[in-house]
């Protein structure tokens, strides 16, 4: 061999190879280990140049002295053993800076030709970057590890068919109620209440079709603390293949979502408590989102209509209406969605069993919040109010009937009346006279009573006609006050900002609204002595106002008191005489001529009624 190389390899060539050599290669002489010769590679991994030839390797590398590369390469000078580093951990200073690196390498003694050791090679790999992928990747799979036993979700690995319990994390073993002892074990052995439940068998048919599976809100019965119970599970049984494709375990994660389930199945019983309870309910009772979609009917809905819950409920409400009332019904609806209050009103629905015949009914519909204060949803029903519709119709047309056939005897009675009173005073008989008066005074107490009754009764048949004229609004306050004055204890004090002057209306309808006030605020203030009348121009408005200083009007039923018989019940009642007409009249005339009246009042302490009507017709 040696006459091989030396006969045929030229110095040069065996330099070449030397330096392109892709590992790191140097040579050191004599036992102070001067560098010989180093290529670039060597000199890369110590970081220094050529300049380095001719001096001793720990003469520039004198921090691996410590790291005891002195005694081991004298060692190999000594004794002539290779020494062979692997993965060696060394600390090399490189550019002012101090690193770990890493190297396989050999140091191996160089003989002259008498056998003697005058020297020692160097050959070295860095293995830096493996090693710390190495170690980044033990690193990663002990936190790996770690995650997984610690996981907050129940992981398990069985191995072969027979599903030996390979691994269980801390969670999957609270979740069996069982300690780490199962581990090794048959599943089945482990578990042996999963006999007659479908996990086993589904496990096993893994190994068969190599698919994982996965299923939701799956029941399992499992003995916890010593008694068989039932939990909920997300899980997923995924198969772990070899190589060659073959299942030789299956990976088991799980999600406990018991409490979920439960609390999905109370409401779940809660939510059908409410519909068997609206389904018994012989109202209809609904829900509709912002738009009016109807989203849910009661049975007796369709019992009802005979309609079925695939058809269009919408559409069909709709349908019954009278198609005269739809915009009116729509109209309102859209003004409770866009200021959420409820919504409350009467209409015509056709009856399902007879075409073109209608039913009245009450439609109630409440807005339904969520936690950020939306709307969500609306509830509502329909209640069937034509019996009533048809009672009070019943009762409207009596009172018209009645009122009209008591007033002309009455209109007689009052003549008859005055005729006796006459003639009593003419006889002198000043005591019966009296009397008559006072029968007089009551006829007329009556005929209010009965005019009351018949302008209800024509405002309900929308005949109370106004016989508008041109008259002295000042001097008709002063009249209707004169009149009222005289048959009243309480003093009335009239005060004006400035004449009002002419106005256009009904002169004998504003009188009886201006007599109606003023006899309220006397009969509702039986322990006050004065009631205090103004008059003023608003705004090219003629403005009356009567103030007493009575019992006062409680602040929720303020706004009910212009409504029909409207009186306000309570232990005060029973003094005050009146039919509850009186303010839904006045409402009417004001309303009809164009004006507005209104009311403000403290409970206890007086009220304030006041009406403005234009003075010009516009
Ligand atoms: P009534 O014939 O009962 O007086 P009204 O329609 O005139 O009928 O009034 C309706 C209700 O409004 C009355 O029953 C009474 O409770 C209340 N009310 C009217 N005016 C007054 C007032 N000035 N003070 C207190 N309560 C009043």
């Given at each position: 061999m040696k006459s091989f190389l030396e006969q045929n390899i030229s110095q040069d060539s065996l330099i070449t190879l030397f330096s392109q050599a892709p590992v790191a290669m140097s040579l050191l002489a004599g036992d102070d280990f001067i560098i010989q010769s180093a290529n670039p590679q060597m000199l890369e991994i110590w970081g220094k140049?050529?300049?380095?030839?001719?001096?001793s390797l720990f003469e520039i590398l004198p921090e691996i002295i410590e790291q005891g590369f002195r005694e081991i390469l004298e060692n190999v000078y000594r004794t002539g053993e290779i020494f062979k580093g692997n993965k060696w951990p060394v600390f090399l200073e490189k550019d002012g800076k101090y690193d770990e690196y890493f190297f396989d390498f050999i140091f191996a003694p160089v003989f002259n030709d008498d056998k003697k050791i005058k020297g020692i090679s160097i050959v070295a790999t860095e293995v830096t970057d493996q090693i710390l992928s190495e170690r980044k990747l033990k690193e990663s799979e002990y936190r790996f590890e770690h995650l997984i036993k610690k996981s907050d979700y129940p992981i398990a690995i069985y191995s072969t068919e027979d599903l030996y319990i390979e691994f269980a994390n801390e969670k999957m073993l609270k979740t069996w109620g069982k300690?780490?002892?199962?581990?090794?074990?048959?599943l089945e052995d482990a578990l042996?209440?999963?006999?007659?439940?479908p996990f086993i068998g589904l496990l096993k048919d893994i190994f068969k079709t190599g698919e994982t599976y996965a299923s939701k809100e799956a029941r399992a019965d499992l003995i916890v603390d010593g008694k068989l119970q039932t939990f909920y599970y997300d899980f997923s049984y995924k198969p772990l293949k070899s190589p060659t494709g073959e299942v030789y375990a299956i990976l088991n994660m799980a999600v406990d979502i018991t409490d979920l389930v439960l609390a999905k199945k109370e409401i779940q019983e809660r939510e059908k408590k409410f519909r068997d309870l609206a389904d018994s309910m012989p109202q209809f009772v609904w829900t509709c989102d912002n738009r009016g979609e109807i989203t849910y009917m009661n049975k007796s809905w369709y019992r009802y209509t005979g309609s079925s819950e695939n058809e269009n409920q919408t559409s069909l409400v709709k349908s019954m209406m009278r198609p005269e009332t739809i915009g009116k019904v729509d109209q309102t609806w859209e003004e409770c969605v866009r200021t959420n209050t409820p919504f409350v009103m009467e209409y015509e629905l056709e009856d399902p069993t007879q075409k073109g015949n209608y039913r009245w009914f009450l439609g109630r519909a409440i807005p339904n919040f969520s936690e950020n204060g939306e709307v969500n949803q609306w509830t509502g029903t329909f209640t069937d109010i034509n019996e009533f519709k048809q009672l009070e119709t019943q009762k409207d047309n009596f009172l018209g009937i009645a009122s009209h056939e008591l007033k002309t005897p009455l209109t007689s009675l009052k003549l008859y009346t005055q005729f006796i009173k006459n003639n009593l005073e003419k006889a002198g008989d000043p005591k019966n006279a009296n009397v008559a008066r006072r029968m007089d005074y009551q006829i007329d107490f009556l005929t209010g009573l009965i005019n009351e009754l018949l302008d209800v009764t024509k405002i309900q048949k929308g005949q109370m006609q106004l016989n508008e004229s041109t008259f002295d609004f000042d001097k008709l306050v002063d009249e209707v006050v004169e009149e009222q004055q005289m048959t009243s204890r309480h003093k009335l004090f009239v005060s004006r900002s400035g004449a009002i002057g002419e106005v256009f209306a009904d002169r004998h309808r504003i009188s009886q609204v201006i007599a109606n006030l003023i006899s309220n605020a006397i009969k509702y203030s039986p322990n006050a002595d004065e009631v205090h009348i103004s008059t003023n121009l608003y705004e090219d408005q003629a403005q009356f106002n009567v103030r007493d200083f009575g019992i006062g009007i409680p602040e929720d039923k303020l706004s009910k008191v212009f409504e029909q018989y409207y009186r306000i019940s309570g232990s005060k009642d029973y003094t005050f005489s009146g039919l509850g007409l009186g303010l839904y009249i006045s409402a009417e005339i004001i309303k009809r001529t164009g004006g507005e009246i209104f009311v403000s009042s403290v409970e206890g302490e007086g009220s304030d009624f006041c009406f403005r009507i234009p003075k010009y017709k516009n």
């Open positions: 140049g050529t300049s380095v030839i001719g001096r300690d780490v002892s199962v581990i090794g074990m048959k042996p209440e999963l006999e007659g439940q």
